[in-house]
């Protein structure tokens, strides 16, 4: 099965989740484009129950011009992820990006994430 997402952010500041005010004049456009390919589910399983690969892009796209090389492209992150669901609640979220300034205001920067959740609902019931 495939799912997939598209998302449209419009405002007229570009702020990182970290706080740098990337941009403050004109209109941003932030698309984010993510595609879920679920490649195995079997609920029961005994130890790996689902596998799904990610897929996805997000850009920032500027009506004014900026950077060290100035244009209106802003940056283009590519996206690619796998998910392992396991029995008894465990999910581990891998994911890879990599961060590329169009418009050479810093060099190329790629980042792995792992994340380990565990879903315990099914023992805190309403507090969950």
Do not use: C
Request: proline share 4%; no cysteine; hydrophobic share 40%.
């Amino acid at each position: 099965m495939v799912h997939a997402l598209f998302q449209l952010d419009i405002s007229d500041h570009y702020i990182t989740p970290r706080g740098l005010n990337v941009e403050n004049e004109g209109v941003i456009f932030q698309p984010l484009f993510l595609v879920f390919w679920n490649l195995y589910s079997d609920k029961d399983a005994g130890f790996l129950t689902d596998v799904t690969l990610t897929t996805g892009v997000w850009s920032s796209i500027h009506t004014h011009e900026s950077g060290a090389d100035p244009g209106y492209w802003n940056e283009f992150d590519p996206i690619l992820g796998l998910t392992f669901k396991f029995a008894g609640g465990f999910t581990l979220d891998t994911t890879f990006t990599s961060f590329e300034s169009m418009v050479d205001s810093y060099p190329t920067s790629t980042h792995f994430e792992a994340k380990l959740s565990f879903d315990d609902s099914k023992y805190l019931g309403k507090f969950a």
